[in-house]
């Protein structure tokens, strides 16, 4: 832990209270109560990944005591996958945090509040508004993000700050903003089980959304299902068809495969003519990506590729592609999606039943950061750099427009760059645990100690973390607070509180309601004293916008609904403002069935650049190209809660796996089992080879959740997203000798 000087203020001599809900006037929180059946059922959708499953929660005494899937909701349709069925237990943890702390001693709310203000505002006195940046999460409420957004940029005079959504889906949203005019995911999971042909590219929703997986399963269409990706992944051994390319050559393949349908004849040209530009460039660029030479780069065979495309070409009824993390987090990762759309585009494979070019979200709640966390975007998808965005947002907030900045924050991994040259001073990290998720981990962490001031607002203070932070601010975590979640399909659920959060620890929409009155933003922020009434906030900043929710009426008619898909604009759907009319309500509802899009002209773009090679290539020092991904469907990213739960504990592997060829262990004298040393330029770790096939000869593969393996990753950027390249960089591996 980084050590403070003590504050220097006059100690809080006032009245403690454990539950601060009950100081409304001091306080500025107001009484938010359960609202709940002493015993019976609640509500609510899973707090874990972007899936958006809702489950219904038991109730005992008016506490839930356990959760169940919810046989009504049309996500998942009465199933869940391990981590819903236990989704109450990180709760009752040991180690939850009950008590803000100090350089790792306990302070109390008002104190906590005092030394966070002062500390800030002495920063940006000494160094001014650029010298301090938050980094959000994609796993807190959108009120709640709204609310962070609206607070330290308007109000505290923040101009930075980025959200963990930038390690996942910051690549989905430029390439959708380029190339459809509005980050847009045009999809609804019924499209899982309507498609003909299923396209998974970097993508491997077995594990990592297996509730995804079952929608697939529900397809009785008898689909043919491709998945390109190096590793021969659950989701591949389930395929019709596996492209196990190279690792980092996607984007060539992608080329590869336009380029024969081109050849062909198999473009839908009144749709490319009608509803796109860029089309002939695109068209002229593919020219030199030939079979041959795609075979080359890519490593599949001639015929592989043809089989590709004439599985896709026109004439298919109907084609839905989908991709996530293997294309989000590389070098070349938004030329990648946008090929990856292109190929949606040429085929005419958009807008309709069983077909788009769909990016599958990571975090629950992903979508409603890309939308509402006012960090690389204004609030609703508004443009900080336009002044009549900001005039909107402003009269729509009821603030002046002036609080508003008019350029947008640095990216993540540029805010961290901030603190290595000095510029940024302080730090104020919601919701994740950067110290183990970032790429380079231990550069990452020597940066921390730069920091004068670093503030980490968490529900655990033993994350890597929050053992770094001067001040620790406990919160509350889902299940203990109401608000929305926005899930890949565009669908906002409604997440009801069953639990008060232990000891101390507030919402952190509650803390954010302290930090305002603290910092002498009450009156500001007069309207926020709820997150519906924040919602009701977020409804007008939308209006208008491809992401308008005015048809939205209240959080009754979330739940009533089983959660409403954007847009949803006022009057648009009959019955939308009565839970109580007979449904014209449409449940599913896909974007651009009018072949109309975002853009100024209304047109799709062809976007496309060369392929780059990676950053860190293999050599003979280094010779294996380091996969990361997804380990196992009972884990979840940095397992801060997954690994509370004995069940998920033994669901998952109990310890860190290296998988390796046969072929390659075998010259170097490894057996399965064995326990070797894995070492990239950066550090080395200690664990065990899995001997696999499913790994191609050259590359290895490492689960991400593990601390020690983001120690070996390489800090590299796609320079149009941000995003880092978490899924390639080259390794070394030994047999341990000890």
């Known amino acids: 832990m980084i050590t403070l000087p003590a504050p220097t203020f006059r100690e809080w001599t006032g009245p403690l209270t454990t539950d601060l809900v009950r100081e409304p006037s001091r306080f500025g929180l107001g009484q938010l109560p359960l609202r709940l059946q002493p015993n019976g059922t609640a509500k609510s959708i899973c707090g874990f990944c972007s899936t958006g499953c809702g489950l219904k929660l038991h109730l005992k005494d008016g506490i839930a005591i356990n959760a169940t899937p919810d046989p009504d909701y049309p996500v998942n349709l009465g199933t869940a996958c391990p981590k819903g069925w236990e989704a109450l237990t990180p709760l009752d943890a040991p180690d939850r945090a009950t008590t803000p702390l100090f350089n790792g001693q306990p302070v109390d709310w008002p104190n906590a509040m005092q030394i966070f203000c002062k500390r800030m505002k002495a920063v940006m006195a000494q160094h001014g508004p ?146 796109t530009t860029g089309f002939e460039e695109f068209a002229a660029f593919i020219q030199t990506y030939t079979p041959e030479h795609v075979a080359a780069e890519t490593g599949l065979s001639m015929e592989q590729l043809q089989h590709f495309a004439d599985t896709i070409r026109k004439g298919t009824p109907r084609v839905s592609f989908w991709w996530t993390m293997g294309v989000n987090q590389s070098h070349q990762a938004t030329r990648a999606a946008q090929a990856i759309i292109n190929l949606a585009l040429m085929t005419g494979n958009i807008g309709k039943p069983g077909t788009g070019a769909n990016s599958i979200t990571g975090q629950c709640n992903a979508m409603g950061s890309r939308l509402f966390s006012n960090t690389t975007n204004l609030m609703g998808g508004h443009d900080f750099k336009n002044a009549e965005h900001r005039g909107k947002i402003a009269a729509a907030m009821g603030f002046p427009v002036e609080t508003i900045p008019d350029q947008p924050s640095l990216a993540y991994d540029q805010i961290l760059e901030g603190i290595e040259s000095g510029k940024i001073k302080a730090l104020w990290i919601i919701a994740t645990n950067p110290s183990h998720s970032w790429i380079n981990q231990n550069r990452f962490n020597a940066l921390l100690g730069k920091l004068d001031f670093f503030v980490v607002q968490d ?39 069953v639990r008060r959060a232990p000891g101390q620890a507030l919402s952190d929409f509650r803390i954010f309601r302290l930090i305002a009155q603290t910092w002498g933003l009450g009156d500001m922020f007069a309207e926020w004293i709820s997150p519906e009434a924040v919602f009701q906030v977020m409804k007008r900043c939308t209006q208008g916008q491809p992401c308008d929710i005015t048809g939205i009426q209240d959080y009754t008619m979330l739940e009533s609904r089983g959660g409403v898909q954007w847009p949803l604009k006022q009057q648009s759907d009959a019955g939308a403002h009565n839970p109580d009319t007979p449904p014209a309500f449409q449940t599913e509802r896909r974007l651009f069935a009018d072949g109309l899009f975002f853009t100024p002209d209304q047109r799709a773009r062809f976007i496309f650049d060369p392929p780059e090679t990676p950053a860190e290539p293999t050599d003979a020092e280094y010779p294996f190209v380091l996969l990361t991904g997804r380990g196992s469907s009972a884990q979840w990213h940095t397992e801060s809660r997954t690994s509370k739960s004995k069940v998920l504990r033994i669901l998952a592997p109990n310890e860190l796996f290296i998988e390796m060829h046969p072929e390659d262990a075998t010259s170097l004298q490894i057996r399965d089992n064995d326990f070797v040393i894995v070492t990239s330029r950066r550090a080395s770790l200690k664990t065990r080879a899995r001997l696999t096939p499913g790994v191609r000869r050259g590359q290895a593969f490492l689960p991400m959740h593990d601390a020690r393996v983001n120690q070996l990753t390489h800090w590299a950027m796609d320079p149009h997203s941000r995003q880092p390249s978490y899924k390639h960089c080259a390794i070394r591996v030994t047999l341990a000798r000890d």
């Open 130 to 275: 650029e010298s301090t940046a938050f980094i959000s999460t994609g796993q807190i409420m959108c009120e709640e993000m709204a609310f962070l957004g609206s607070l330290a940029k308007f109000g505290m005079g923040m101009i930075h700050g980025d959200g963990n959504t930038r390690q996942c889906m910051a690549t989905a949203v430029t390439a959708y903003k380029e190339s459809f005019g509005f980050d847009a995911p045009p999809f609804t999971y019924a499209d899982f089980e309507e498609s003909d042909v299923l396209v998974f590219i970097g993508a491997n929703p077995c594990i990592a959304h297996p509730i995804m997986w079952q929608r697939v399963l529900r397809n009785k269409r008898q689909p043919e299902i491709i998945v390109v990706d190096p590793r021969t992944t659950e989701t591949a051994m389930a395929a019709t068809q596996h492209y196990a390319i190279k690792p980092k050559s996607d984007l060539t393949l992608l080329y590869g495969i336009a380029h024969l349908l081109i050849r062909d004849g198999a473009v839908d040209t009144p749709f490319v003519t009608d509803h």
């Open 459 to 497: 529900m655990y203070a033993t994350t890597e973390t929050a053992q770094r932070a001067h001040l620790f601010l406990p919160a509350a975590a889902w299940g203990e607070k109401e608000g929305t979640f926005i899930n890949s399909e565009r669908r906002i659920g409604l997440s009801r509180q």
